[in-house]
């Protein structure tokens, strides 16, 4: 099975540690990164946010964590 990949599943992973890097998040919590990710064959996005103070809302809407964006990207955000 190649790297990043769970039975056909493409995944990125974003890790932050306990840092902050509200920008980063913020990027990737975007249609923009999605669609890219889409058309790249990507399936699952992980992001961990770490400590900072951006909260991602563009993808999932405000206080979700986990879900399927709009154009179709499992995605999930967790602090640590």
Do not use: W
């Not at 790297?3 to 056909?8: L, V």
Request: proline share 2%; charged share 20%.
């Amino acid at each position: 099975m190649a790297p990043g990949t769970q039975g056909g599943a493409r995944t990125i992973l974003v890790t932050v540690g306990t840092t902050k890097f509200d920008d980063l998040v913020a990027a990737v919590d975007s249609d923009e990164f999605a669609e890219a990710a889409l058309a790249r064959g990507y399936t699952h996005l992980r992001v961990q946010r770490g400590n900072g103070a951006y909260a991602p809302h563009n993808l999932l809407g405000l206080g979700s964590d986990s879900g399927v964006s709009k154009c179709g990207l499992e995605v999930s955000f967790f602090q640590y």
